[in-house]
Structures are given as structure tokens and as C-alpha cells.
């Protein structure tokens, strides 16, 4: 992909294709198609969407060197941003309800970001309201990762591309993500089903215990961050996903399957936790023969002192 600052000496770090690999917590059980997202430069699969959404902005004018990136995002999002835009020249505002990660905090502004936080009783649609007043009072670029249609586009044109020249036989059966903004599993699908592929979308939720709609944060689970209420995203809402099948998944599972993956070398959140799981769940509906694809998208370091790792925690 290029990218509009090759002529001023800026270095813009390439993102390479990262891995797809067939990956079994179970030797006797099924193996899923995991894309290792979390080997971007940044750490997580919002790399991609990043650069994606402020190179077009550059080359449709609507930022230049100097200029100022806002957005509203509970980490990754913010993360990707604030490299984007050190990298490019630009200032960056990131929005977020307290009670993020301390990890996540100091990554933004160690590459020079600025981080605001709203009150955690307003959660990501105080947050959403916020990034809105800097971006009408400052002239900023608000990135709208909730509706930007070039976040799922990314995903459409990019990642979606590299999996189906990675996957054997070039063929997806089953899709499964979390929702956060709705980007990676509209883009996604729309890339799979494009090519021909009679492919099944799976929503993955994490709940808190039985509490399907304890909702903190417009987040489904409290202790799994990014994964919101879908209301939030108009890029999910609005989307048209042939056979969507939507899966609770309890937080704890979540965390047991995440450690799990990180025993076996993966270095992942909770959202990667919450992705492998479901996927069992859709390979279970879909069969044994079918090839189930998912995302590992962040690293685990921007987790230390979350749940997560409260048993090393102790030890420590």
C-alpha cells in the first residue's frame, strides 16, 4: 500500500502481511485459521485502519503536516493513531473513559499523543460527544472509527485479501470477531463474500456470567474491553450480514482460552480469548471439515494490570 510522504523523507513504517495459521489448543480438537493481527508495528490489527483512514484523508486534502488527529477509542485505535501520526507529522487526541489501562495510556503519549479521559459513568459515548467538541472547536480530523466507512474498507481491500491468498483452497466458511466498531467483521465478510465464499458470520459477545447485557461502558463484559454495545458502531448496524449468528461467551472462558494461547506463544488480550473461543462455538454449528477464520487482534502487554493477569499478578 503506498502512502503520500515517500518525497519528504518521513519515515512511514510499511505494514507487512502478517500470518494466518491454523492454530489447536486441543490436539484432538479442531484447528482455527487465526490471523496474528497483534504482529502489526503497533501491536494490534488498528494499524491498519489507521493508516488507512489518514492516508485518504492526506490525499483528499483534509490534513497536512502539522494538522491534528482526533478520535474517540478505548486503546488500540488510539495506539495505531498516535504511531500513524508520529510517524506522519501530525498531532494526536485520543478520547477515552477512565479506568483504561495505565499500558494503553503511556503508549499514547510516549509517542506523543495527548490522552483526555471522560468520566467512566459516561463511557465510550461520553467519549464519542468529546472527540466531536475538539474536532469542532479545533478543526482536527476526527477519524469516526464507529462510522467512517473507510475503517471496514481497510478490512475489505487489505487484510481481507491477504486471507483468502493465505487460507488453503482460497475458501472461508465461517468469519467469527468481536464487535468493536464493527470494522474487522464488515470488512471482512464483504472480502470473503465478494470472492465467492458461501461464508457464515459469527458475532462474538463476552458476558459476565449469565448477565448477557451487564453493560459498563456500552461494553458487554466489564473486564473485556472493546467489544461494545452494537448500537454504537453504525458501520455494524447498518451492515447487511447474510446468516449473522451472534455468541455469548462468558468473560471467564474468555480469559481461560486467552492464557491458554499465551502458554502455547501467543502473546495476546482477552479480545484474541474471546475470538478462539467463539470460534469453537462456529465450528461446532458449521462442522469439522469447515475452515473457520478469526482474528488475534492486540498484544498482551497493554493487559498487565488488567484482569487478565491477576494470578502473576499475586505471584509478583
Not at 88 to 113: K, W
Not at 175 to 195: D, M, N, P, Q, R
Request: proline letters at 5%; hydrophobic letters at 40%.
Amino acid at each position: 500500500m503506498s502512502h503520500p510522504f515517500k518525497s519528504e523523507g518521513r519515515f512511514v513504517q510499511k505494514i507487512e502481511a502478517t500470518p494466518l495459521v491454523e492454530v489447536r489448543l486441543d490436539p484432538e480438537g479442531a484447528g482455527i485459521w487465526c490471523k496474528l493481527e497483534f504482529l502489526n508495528p503497533s501491536g494490534s490489527t488498528k494499524d491498519r485502519i489507521a493508516r488507512y483512514m489518514v492516508e485518504k484523508a492526506w490525499r483528499d486534502g483534509r490534513i497536512r503536516e502539522g494538522g491534528t488527529v482526533v478520535e474517540a477509542s478505548s486503546g488500540s485505535t488510539s495506539i495505531a493513531l498516535a504511531m500513524t501520526c508520529a510517524q506522519m507529522g501530525l498531532e494526536f487526541i485520543a478520547v477515552m473513559p477512565e479506568g483504561v489501562s495505565t499500558e494503553r495510556q503511556l503508549t499514547i503519549r510516549a509517542y506523543g499523543g495527548e490522552v483526555i479521559l471522560v468520566p467512566v459513568e459516561e463511557g465510550i459515548h461520553g467519549a464519542l460527544r468529546k472527540a466531536g467538541e475538539i474536532a469542532d472547536d479545533s478543526g482536527a480530523l476526527y477519524t469516526r472509527q464507529f462510522e467512517n466507512p473507510d475503517n471496514a474498507e481497510a478490512h475489505r481491500v487489505w487484510t481481507g485479501q491477504e486471507i483468502l491468498k493465505q487460507i488453503p483452497g482460497g475458501t472461508v466458511d465461517g468469519l467469527v470477531s468481536g464487535v468493536g466498531t464493527g470494522g474487522t467483521i464488515v470488512g471482512l465478510y464483504s472480502a470473503f463474500a465478494e470472492a465467492g465464499c458461501e461464508v457464515t458470520p459469527f458475532a462474538a459477545r463476552p458476558v459476565r456470567g449469565s448477565a448477557v447485557r451487564e453493560l459498563e461502558c456500552c461494553s458487554f463484559s466489564p473486564c473485556v474491553p472493546g467489544v461494545v454495545e452494537e448500537s454504537v458502531s453504525k458501520l455494524y448496524s447498518e451492515a447487511k450480514l447474510d446468516g449473522l449468528v451472534e455468541l455469548d461467551i462468558a468473560d471467564e472462558v474468555v480469559f481461560d482460552i486467552a492464557r491458554k494461547l499465551i502458554r502455547q506463544g501467543f502473546p495476546v488480550g482477552p479480545s484474541s480469548g474471546l475470538n478462539y473461543a467463539a470460534s469453537l462455538k462456529a465450528q461446532e454449528e458449521l462442522g469439522p471439515g469447515a475452515k473457520i477464520v478469526t482474528v488475534m487482534p492486540d498484544r498482551m502487554e497493554r493487559y498487565f494490570s488488567t484482569e487478565l493477569f491477576d494470578s502473576m499478578n499475586s505471584e509478583s
